[in-house]
Structure formats: C-alpha cells, structure tokens
C-alpha cells in the first residue's frame, strides 16, 4: 500500500449522523427528549432524585438504539477503513452505529448505552444484548446498576486518550455536530498545524470555527461524497470544489 493512504484520517461524530438513523438529538423539539428535561433524565442530581425516571428513559432510548440502522455515512467510513486507509472515529454518540457499519477504532467519549455499569466502581461494565436495566440489578459488588454514559456534570473519562488521537490526525473530518458541547469541542484545538479540518453539516456556514473548510449537506450526503474522492485517490486530500 502506498505510504500517502495510510495517512491518519480522525473523524469526530456528534449526533446528527445519528439523527440520519432516526435516534433523536437531545436538542430536538420532538421525540424522546421533548418530554424530559435533561436535568430531569441526565444528570447524576436526576440519578438522585428519581433513580427510575432515569432508568425508565434511557430504557426507551436504548431501545430506539436497537431499531436504528447504519446510515450511508457509517457505512461510507467503515468502507474505508476496509479499503487499508488508517481511519480512528471519536463519537460523542452513545449508540453502536458506527461499529455495526464495520468501523473497528471507534472511541465513545459519553460512553455506551448499550452497556451498564456500577455505582460503585465505573470499570465493571457489563453489556446489554437485550432488554434494559431496573431498579435491583446490580454489579458484582451488590450496587444498582446505572446506564454506561456520561452525564451533564460529569467528567469524560475518555478525553485525554482522544486529545491524542486527535494529535496524530492528518486530516479531521467532523461531522454533525454543533462542536458547543465541552470539553469534546475544544478536540479541535490539540489537531496538527498542518492538519486540514472539514466540519460536515447542515449548518456548517454558521457552525465552522475560522480555518476549517465547510461542506454544508447532511453527513448522508457529504461524508459518502468525500470518501468517493479518497478512494479514487489513493490519499485524503480536501477537495475544494466540496467546500460550502
């Protein structure tokens, strides 16, 4: 293989390329989150108060998340990745989107919902092939088992190994996200110099930091558009003629 296709590509998701698959954003005005406050379903203060509240939505939502299907644009890095290019996926999602499409490097800064953890010690993970978590499931230790994702107030325990990853891009691609949630937004900041950034949404003319080219269509259309041009190369490169 060519040396120029083993560059580094690092994608950051966010949750429009799963909003493309039919889970609903936190920011949406419909669906699983219109009727529940984030501080009431979110947070460790809401785990607190209402222990089965929290249970009960994230129930919902991990149901949601088994419905879902990868969407062109999961598939579209996934099959890059199988074409020998060196590709490395942070997601701020808590689904398994991406890894269903084929992607094997996929690091989840908010953790998983398909997996459960303690309360008592968040190394005991344990998955979820099926159903949920209720009230009296607990770990190994004898603690109530919570979901396996990151709360607002919460610190992000992944954020330092992809600040690394981050740091060995030649090239980050970020998609569908609105790169306001901290700290994963300030990801940008530990990229290369010399590291082109293409931000990948709708809203990409509002949403792009100064410096970083705009591709203002959906990660449906704009992240398979940009994996075609790669792989006729043989080597990630920024298209200009794709710029919003």
Same mark, same amino acid.
């Given at each position: 293989?060519?040396?120029?296709?083993?560059?580094?590509?690092?994608?950051?998701?966010?949750?429009?390329?799963?909003?493309?698959?039919?889970?609903?954003?936190? $920011?949406?005005?419909?669906?699983?989150?219109?009727?529940?406050?984030?501080?009431?379903?979110?947070?460790?203060?809401?785990?607190? $108060?209402?222990?089965?509240?929290?249970?009960?939505?994230?129930?919902?939502?991990?149901?949601?998340?088994?419905?879902?299907?990868?969407?062109?644009?999961?598939?579209?890095l996934a099959e890059l990745e199988k $074409?020998?290019?060196?590709?490395?996926?942070?997601?701020?999602?808590?689904?398994? #989107?991406?890894?269903?499409?084929?992607?094997?490097?996929?690091?989840?800064?908010?953790? @998983?919902i398909l997996k459960a953890r303690s309360?008592?010690?968040?190394?005991?993970?344990? $998955?979820?092939?099926?159903?949920?978590?209720?009230?009296?499931?607990?770990?190994?230790?004898?603690?109530?088992?919570?979901?396996?994702?990151?709360?607002?107030?919460?610190?992000?325990?992944?954020?330092?190994?992809?600040?690394?990853?981050?740091?060995?891009?030649?090239?980050?691609?970020?998609?569908?996200?609105?790169?306001?949630?901290?700290?994963?937004?300030?990801?940008?900041?530990?990229?290369?110099?010399?590291?082109?950034?293409?931000?990948?949404?709708?809203?990409? @003319?509002?949403?792009?930091?100064?410096?970083?080219?705009?591709?203002?269509?959906?990660?449906?259309?704009?992240?398979?558009?940009?994996?075609?041009?790669?792989?006729?190369?043989?080597?990630?490169?920024?298209?200009?003629? #794709?710029?919003?």
């Open positions: 293989m060519a040396e120029e296709r083993r560059s580094h590509l690092v994608v950051f998701t966010g949750s429009g390329i799963s909003a493309e698959s039919g889970i609903q954003t936190f $920011r949406a005005s419909d669906g699983l989150w219109a009727d529940h406050p984030i501080e009431a379903v979110a947070t460790p203060e809401a785990w607190r $108060r209402d222990p089965r509240r929290v249970l009960e939505f994230y129930n919902t939502r991990r149901a949601q998340v088994r419905r879902a299907r990868p969407n062109a644009a999961h598939k579209a $074409r020998g290019f060196r590709v490395s996926i942070i997601t701020q999602n808590i689904d398994d #989107l991406h890894e269903r499409a084929g992607s094997r490097n996929v690091l989840h800064l908010h953790g @998983e309360t008592v010690d968040a190394r005991m993970q344990y $998955r979820l092939p099926r159903g949920g978590i209720e009230l009296g499931d607990i770990c190994d230790k004898g603690s109530q088992l919570r979901p396996d994702v990151v709360w607002f107030g919460e610190s992000v325990p992944h954020f330092a190994e992809a600040c690394e990853i981050v740091g060995e891009a030649d090239l980050l691609l970020v998609v569908g996200t609105s790169l306001a949630v901290m700290p994963a937004a300030s990801l940008l900041d530990h990229a290369p110099m010399e590291a082109p950034c293409v931000l990948v949404d709708p809203e990409a @003319e509002r949403l792009s930091p100064p410096g970083v080219a705009r591709i203002c269509q959906t990660a449906g259309k704009g992240v398979p558009q940009l994996v075609r041009h790669w792989q006729r190369e043989g080597r990630l490169w920024m298209p200009e003629t #794709l710029a919003g």
